[in-house]
């Protein structure tokens, strides 16, 4: 079996993005005049529904808050990654360790690289931007984002999408993942993967997973 592309996921994987994404959520209700606190806890809850604005659906439906129309949770949307994105650009969000080295390996030896994301598409170019300045452009393709999906993980959706672009077998490619969505996502869709635990989800299980690792700084591509 020769391996061909690697395939990552982005929020915790890439990079421990979420907690950039907490605080852009709270800096967009403050702004919205919404007296909403999301502090670690309670995200680390609310990220077991994927997607900004799934999100904030389910706070608003589960946490006797005063309900909001869908315009409203667009603009907070909006927003909120716009605050983001100003974060990403300012060079407040750094690599995990072993991603750059990583993905340097793989260009080196052939392999294409992708991204199976359910977040915008907005925060992946700003992540790329921001993080992944050094590398060329293109460096990444495909990239399926949130947009590009009508069912957001752990539905494998945005695996199979992927692949399909990719225009190659499961069995070729290996997965990259830090969550339970998104392992069950990646194992949906037939894909081998290595699980890197991040900051909200190192409590989650794992079960399924290829290898589940600390982080890739002594990922061995050789061994896969």
Not at 2 to 7: G, Q
Not at 47 to 68: C, K, Q, S
Not at 97 to 106: F, K, M, S
Request: aromatic share 8%; net charge negative; charged share 25%.
């Amino acid at each position: 079996m020769r391996l061909r592309a690697l395939i990552f996921d982005v929020d915790g994987t890439l990079a421990e993005t979420e907690e950039i994404h907490r605080i852009a959520f709270e800096r967009a209700f403050e702004e919205d005049g919404l007296g909403w606190r999301w502090d670690v806890d309670l995200y680390r809850a609310l990220l077991r529904v994927t997607g900004g604005r799934e999100r904030i659906r389910h706070f608003v439906a589960t946490r006797g808050v005063e309900p909001i129309d869908e315009a409203r949770i667009a603009r907070l949307h909006g927003r909120k990654n716009e605050i983001y994105g100003e974060i990403v650009a300012a060079g407040g969000v750094a690599l995990r360790p072993g991603v750059a080295a990583l993905v340097e390996r793989a260009r080196a030896t052939g392999l294409r690289l992708a991204m199976a994301t359910t977040t915008s598409r907005s925060n992946v170019e700003a992540l790329l931007a921001g993080s992944f300045g050094g590398f060329p452009d293109g460096l990444f393709d495909p990239i399926v984002t949130g947009e590009d999906v009508t069912a957001k993980k752990p539905d494998p959706e945005a695996y199979t999408l992927a692949l399909a672009r990719l225009g190659l077998a499961a069995e070729d490619c290996l997965a990259f993942e830090d969550s339970w969505n998104g392992l069950t996502a990646a194992r949906g869709a037939g894909l081998r993967t290595i699980v890197t635990p991040s900051l909200y989800t190192a409590h989650e299980d794992f079960a399924g997973a290829d290898a589940i690792v600390a982080d890739l700084t002594r990922f061995d591509l050789a061994a896969w």
